[in-house]
């Protein structure tokens, strides 16, 4: 069992910056890709960001290309996302996620976090 727990959401202006935290503890951290997803109200749950094991690949979704970055420090068994430039449309529970396949973490992964509120006023 993976136990994930993100932290680092709240409120925030457009065009500011955030950066979520998720902290894992369980079965060994580095060897789980790790990854975010977002649900907006009345939305479908989607993929935001993910990151291999080892940090050698990193994937994300159209819409936050160039604004956020997932990082990950094995040493620290935590996955970041540093959230800029953001916009009232990243209004979202933001969940973090865990999977030992690399292809599974960006569609369905095994372990959840509870999530995080992320609120960008306009």
């Known amino acids: 069992q993976v136990q994930l727990v993100e932290s680092g959401g709240g409120l925030v202006q457009a065009g500011g910056s955030l950066r979520l935290s998720c902290a894992a503890s369980g079965r060994t951290f580095n060897s789980y890709a790790m990854g975010w997803f977002r649900q907006a109200p009345d939305k479908v749950r989607e993929f935001v960001a993910a990151i291999t094991w080892s940090g050698d690949k990193i994937y994300y979704a159209d819409s936050v290309k160039g604004r956020f970055t997932i990082s990950r420090d094995n040493a620290k068994n935590t996955v970041y996302l540093q959230m800029n430039s953001l916009r009232p449309e990243d209004t979202a529970v933001y969940y973090c996620?865990?999977?030992?396949?690399?292809?599974?973490?960006?569609?369905?992964?095994?372990?959840w976090g509870q999530g995080t509120q992320v609120t960008v006023s306009s």
């Open positions: 996620a865990a999977d030992q396949s690399t292809i599974m973490i960006r569609i369905t992964p095994g372990y």
